[in-house]
Structure formats: structure tokens, C-alpha cells
């Protein structure tokens, strides 16, 4: 994508006005900003705070985070949600073997790909559901979402352990249990951002670290409740880790607004009560788009994802061909998982002495690594490479998931940061839905996966490739508006400049006048 021309920030800052009506909680609440008729000064101000927000500052009003309190406990319950969500997810290597051989026919050559479809279909419903998900936090706050979410994850994965075949799992385990997982995931990472700016890299690196502990614990877990008491009494065991979600969301409480944002709020209100004007909302904000740097972003990531899960769904399953002497081969997602949370600790704590949409360039190291250990997986000929494959994966794959949010907060600010999340996940849903069946297809016509896995590291590379645009669009953007804001000020000078010696020149004549 080439880049183009920005969005002008008073447009932006108008379509993103509120109506009339009570007061927001700090969840919701706006950016204070005049109305639509205001005069060049205010757009002057306008420029400076769409600066601010490229920048990476906070613009003035905008609530402080508390960096800690109440924020540890909100860390801890998200760090559950992305673990029972991501660790249920990336464990589903161990489910799937199982399935196939619960509700496997011998003489059904598809049931590779009809399998994957069940693993897929969630992972990819849980991304899907994140623009949808990104409106309800907005309109109902990040608590009665995430608990909302939870409960619906509860009753489809409850409603899976009951069926008979695999295709009803499509709608139980597929889209319901995933749409509710969806629903308490993505207040997990937008909530975070209210407690925590200075911090917000290690946070988030804490936070996605319960994913990697999960997927260290699950497989092994699952594997031993498969053995005594079966699949259907193992997702029976699961809810409890959804029940446990249920809980956690209840924390995510909103921070209440400060006496100078009340009085600010209370000001605009009566301000918009004088002119009779009432803004419209807009529930999609579509206007994130027009931040070039968002865009290519949001279409470098799908990109790049076309192959990310099809070892998390495939490699239990290619182990038992490829080895099958060898026992405890769910050590691999062990190993996945211990260097995720090695890498999301480590490059969360990076991402914080990192400046700006430089951060990036990280995610354009990890695309690479992953692409290129995809490739060397069917290329291991002993068990011990393919865990050193893996245990670079996880590294790397810590790495991309850790600076997710990060990166969006400097692309959009803190305002928009909900929405251009959910969008983005929402995109990731199409290219995470196809890759596991296009994999299983492949593995039944050719009979085996090694081509799979070559094809699954392509895409990472494109996708970094696409990345590495970001920074340079950003900074342009950067100086188009310092242009902008410096021509503007320039240009109230002289005005200010040219009214001071008209002015002077007519107190002159009069006094010339009065002479004569």
C-alpha cells in the first residue's frame, strides 16, 4: 500500500464528538473538543492534539493511569482470560487427536480436514467477533462485556461435551463457545490501558505470559483427563476454567473521573446545550482508517497469519506419524509454550525502551523467526531439532502477541485504541479460519504434511515485508503535521501582526488630525 493523504485532524476530531446526555465513565469518555463552529484557533488546537496523539503524549484532560493499585488485581484477572482463552486454543493439538479418533470413520479420507475446521473456526470466530466485541465495550464498559463473554463461553463448551458427532461442534465449540471467549478477551486488552501507560509493555508482556503458562500446563493436563475419562468428561472439566473467567471480569472496574474531568465534561455539555447541536456517535469508527500507518498495519498482520496456527492444530497429529516411538509428545507445546512466556516478558519489557511505532520492527523479527521455523519443522529428521524448532516459535511467537496493544495505542491513541483493536483481530480471524483446513486438506490429498508447513512459512515473510512501511508512513505523517501546525501558527502571527499596525496606523491619523 502507498501512502496517502491523512485525514485532516479537526474533521476527525469533530466526527468523534459526543452527544448530550450523562456523563461517560473514563472507560468512554471523549476527548474534550469544541464544537463545529468554532473559529482558526481552535483549529490550530486541533493539530496539536491529533500531534500529540502521533507522538505518542497524552493530550490535556485525558485521564492518568494509576500504574499500579487496583490495576495489579485487573492484570492478574486479565492474565486468566488470555490464559483459559489462548491456553484452551493452542492446546487444541491434543483435542483434535482425540476427536478424530472418537468420532473418526475408517473410511472417511476427510476427516483430517473436517477436524481442523472445529480448531480453526474458534480460533478464527474469536477474532471475527472483535470489531462486534469493540462496540459493546465501548457502549457498555470492559466489566459487562468480559462477564457477558464468559458466561456465553461457559454454555457452549458445556453444550460440546454432549454431542454425538463432530459436526455439531462447528456450532457449539466453533462459534458459541468461541464468540463468548471473544466477548472476555478483548476487554482484557483494552482495560489495561487505563491502568497503565509508563508500564503498559511489561504489562502486556505479564498478561499474554497466562497463555504461555496455560500452554505449558493444558496438554499435559488434557492428556491425562483423555486417558482416564474421556473427551467429553475433559471439556466438562474445562468449564471450570471458563467459570473461573466468569469471576475474573468483575474486576475490570472503571476508573472513576477526576473533579477537573467532570468539570470539564460539564462544560461541554453546556456548551452543546447553548447551540442545540447533538453530534452523532458513530458505533464502527471507520475514521481509524484514515490513518495510513493503521491501515497498512491492519492489513500486514492478517498477511502474515496465514500459516500461524497450522502447527498449533497439525503437529500432535504429524509428531504421531512422522515419530511414533516417541512418547510425551506433548512437550512440544510444552516448550511453545515456556519460551512464549520467556519471549512476551522479554520483549514486553523491550517494547517499553523502544520509542514510538519503532516497535514495529519487532514484530517484523518475529514474523521472520516464525516463518522461518515453520519451514524447518517436516526438515527435523530427530525429535530433539524438532524441540529446538519449537522452542524458537514460542520465543517469537511471545514477541508478536506481547506488543499487540502497544502498537496500537501509538498508531491511534487511547481513545480509538478499543475499535483498531477489535478491527485488527477481526481481519486476523479470515487468514487464522482458513490455514488449519487448507493444511488438513493438503495432508489428505498428499498423504502427508511436510508441504503444509512449507507453504505455512510463506506468508510471515510477506507480512513483515509489509510492516517495515509503518514507521516510515508514521514519521511523514508526523511532519506533515508539525508543517501544518507551524504554517497555521505562522499564519494567526501575521494576521495578529497585521490587525496591530492597522490598528496603530489608524490611532496615528487620528492624532494627526487633532494636530492639524
Known amino acids: ?85 489462548f491456553g484452551i486454543q493452542n492446546a487444541y493439538g491434543v483435542l483434535y487427536v482425540s476427536m478424530l479418533d472418537t468420532f473418526g470413520a475408517k473410511d472417511d479420507d476427510k476427516m483430517a480436514f473436517k477436524t481442523a475446521w472445529v480448531g480453526s473456526l474458534s480460533m478464527g470466530m474469536i477474532f471475527f467477533c472483535c470489531p462486534i466485541v469493540s462496540v459493546f465495550t465501548d457502549m457498555f464498559g470492559c466489566r459487562k462485556t468480559a462477564v457477558v463473554g464468559a458466561a456465553v463461553g461457559f454454555i457452549g463448551l458445556m453444550s460440546s461435551s454432549f454431542v454425538s458427532s463432530i459436526e455439531p461442534l462447528y456450532l457449539t465449540y466453533g462459534i458459541i463457545f468461541a464468540c463468548g471467549c471473544s466477548f472476555a478477551y478483548q476487554p482484557s486488552l483494552v482495560i489495561l490501558g487505563h491502568y497503565f501507560k509508563k508500564r503498559l509493555g511489561l504489562v502486556n508482556g505479564i498478561v499474554t505470559a497466562g497463555s504461555s503458562a496455560f500452554t505449558i500446563l493444558l496438554p499435559l493436563l488434557l492428556r491425562t483427563l483423555i486417558d482416564s475419562v474421556g473427551l467429553f468428561h475433559t471439556l466438562r472439566v474445562l468449564c471450570i476454567f471458563m467459570f473461573v473467567l466468569f469471576l475474573a471480569g468483575f474486576t475490570y472496574r472503571p476508573l472513576a473521573p477526576s473533579a477537573k474531568e467532570k468539570a470539564s465534561e460539564g462544560s461541554r455539555l453546556s456548551f452543546f446545550s447553548r447551540r442545540k447541536i447533538s453530534p452523532p456517535k458513530k458505533v464502527f469508527n471507520l475514521a481509524i482508517f484514515k490513518v495510513t500507518a493503521y491501515s497498512v ?53 523491550i517494547a517499553d525502551y523502544v520509542p514510538g511505532v519503532k516497535k514495529v520492527y519487532l514484530q517484523v523479527l518475529s514474523f521472520f523467526f516464525i516463518g522461518l521455523m515453520s519451514i524447518m519443522i517436516p526438515l527435523c ?12 516459535m514460542g520465543l517469537f511467537d511471545g514477541c508478536f502477541i506481547s506488543i499487540m496493544a502497544p502498537i496500537a495505542f501509538e498508531l491511534v491513541g487511547p481513545q480509538d485504541a478499543s475499535q483498531a483493536i477489535g478491527f485488527l483481530l477481526g481481519f486476523m480471524s479470515i487468514p487464522m479460519t482458513v490455514g488449519p483446513p487448507v493444511a488438513g486438506l493438503l495432508r489428505d ?6 508441504m503444509a508447513f512449507y507453504l505455512a512459512g510463506i506468508p510471515p515473510f510477506l507480512g513483515g515485508l509489509v510492516l517495515c512501511l509503518i514507521p516510515w508512513i508514521h514519521s511523514k505523517k508526523q511532519r506533515d503535521i508539525t508543517k501544518t501546525t507551524g504554517g497555521e501558527k505562522m499564519e494567526k502571527m501575521l494576521e495578529n501582526h497585521n490587525s496591530l499596525l492597522t490598528g496603530s496606523s489608524g490611532i496615528f491619523k487620528k492624532e494627526s488630525d487633532s494636530i492639524i
Open 381 to 392: 529428521s530427530i525429535f530433539g531439532a524438532l524441540i529446538a524448532v519449537c522452542l524458537i
Open 1 to 85: 500500500m502507498v501512502p496517502s493523504q491523512e485525514e485532516p485532524a479537526a474533521e476527525r476530531e469533530t466526527s468523534e464528538a459526543q452527544p448530550p446526555g450523562p456523563a461517560p465513565s473514563s472507560e468512554d469518555a471523549p476527548l474534550p473538543g469544541p464544537g463545529p463552529s468554532d473559529g482558526p484557533d481552535v483549529s490550530v488546537e486541533k493539530v496539536e492534539v491529533e500531534l500529540a496523539r502521533s507522538t505518542g503524549d497524552e493530550p490535556p484532560g485525558a485521564p492518568v493511569p494509576p500504574e499500579g493499585g487496583w490495576g495489579w488485581l485487573v492484570m492478574l484477572a486479565a492474565m486468566w482470560c488470555n490464559g483459559s482463552v
Open 445 to 450: 490429498k498428499l498423504g502427508y504434511y511436510n
Open 297 to 349: 498495519w491492519a492489513a500486514g498482520i492478517p498477511l502474515a497469519l496465514f500459516g500461524y496456527f497450522v502447527p498449533y492444530v497439525h503437529l500432535m497429529k504429524y509428531v504421531k506419524e512422522k515419530f511414533p516411538d516417541v512418547e510425551n509428545k506433548e512437550v512440544l507445546f510444552m516448550c511453545i509454550g515456556v519460551t512464549s512466556g520467556v519471549g512476551r516478558l522479554l520483549f514486553g519489557r
